[in-house]
């Protein structure tokens, strides 16, 4: 596609409820990054793909969250049993070859009752 | 390791006044040096990046940024700042040995231009 696309915009789920997020990088580009932005905070790394290669988790925060990407493109990002700190916009990126920036989304805002 | 600091939460300017937004950062070794900038409810938008070379860089909407390398700093600037420039904005390092490696963003600083 044109840009990296993600979806829902926006979710409001109910505490203890599952909860996945879509992201559809632009097209060709092999490393896929998730991001969290909490409300008034900066940008906290969750997780990047590159390839085929093992994915670096470092940055979940714990094991109620998850990625996968599927053939190489479509990433989902699943948070089971949602706690009220989850709440956040979780922003997708993706990049090319090279030295090259990364290409945001418009994020996915999540809100835990 | 890699981080980023923006010491500033919030930089307040009149429009046509010049504007800087500062950045310092810290990697292991040389850096790639990025900034983005994020308008209310949306995602972030490329500005300007330092790969190598000139250490002054132009970037998109008037803006650049001079590397510094022995003050580790990427200060971000505007001759003379518009209202719609008024946003979050956000500097971001990677180490230059770890190209496809995650970017370390700073905290962000609001910055607000009045009319």
């Known amino acids: 596609g044109a840009g990296v696309s993600q979806s829902p915009s926006n979710k409001v789920t109910e505490k203890g409820k599952d909860v996945e997020l879509r992201c559809d990088p632009i097209?060709?580009?092999?490393?896929l990054y998730w991001y969290r932005q909490s409300l008034g905070q900066g940008l906290e790394f969750l997780i990047y793909f590159q390839g085929n290669s093992a994915p670096d988790k470092s940055g979940l925060p714990s094991d109620r969250f998850s990625a996968e990407r599927t053939g190489g493109s479509v990433s989902t990002l699943t948070i089971q049993r949602t706690q009220q700190e989850d709440s956040a916009v979780y922003l997708c990126a993706s990049k090319g070859e090279g030295t090259g920036e990364l290409f945001f989304g418009e994020g996915s805002r999540l809100t835990v009752l | 390791a890699q981080s980023v600091a923006q010491p500033e939460d919030q930089v307040n300017v009149a429009e046509g006044n010049p504007l800087t937004v500062k950045c310092t950062y810290s990697?292991?070794?040389?850096?790639?040096l990025f900034w983005y900038v994020q308008y209310p409810n949306r995602g972030l938008q490329f500005l300007l990046k330092y790969i190598t070379g000139d250490n002054l860089v132009k970037g998109s909407y008037g803006f650049e940024a001079e590397f510094n390398k022995s003050q580790t700093s990427f200060h971000l600037k505007k001759p003379s700042a518009l209202v719609s420039d008024s946003a979050l904005y956000f500097c971001?390092?990677?180490?230059?040995?770890?190209?496809?490696?995650?970017?370390?963003f700073g905290a962000g600083t609001q910055v607000v231009v009045t009319p």
């Open positions: 097209s060709g580009h092999t490393a």
């Open positions: 990697v292991s070794g040389n850096p790639y």
């Open positions: 971001a390092v990677r180490d230059r040995t770890d190209s496809w490696g995650k970017l370390q």
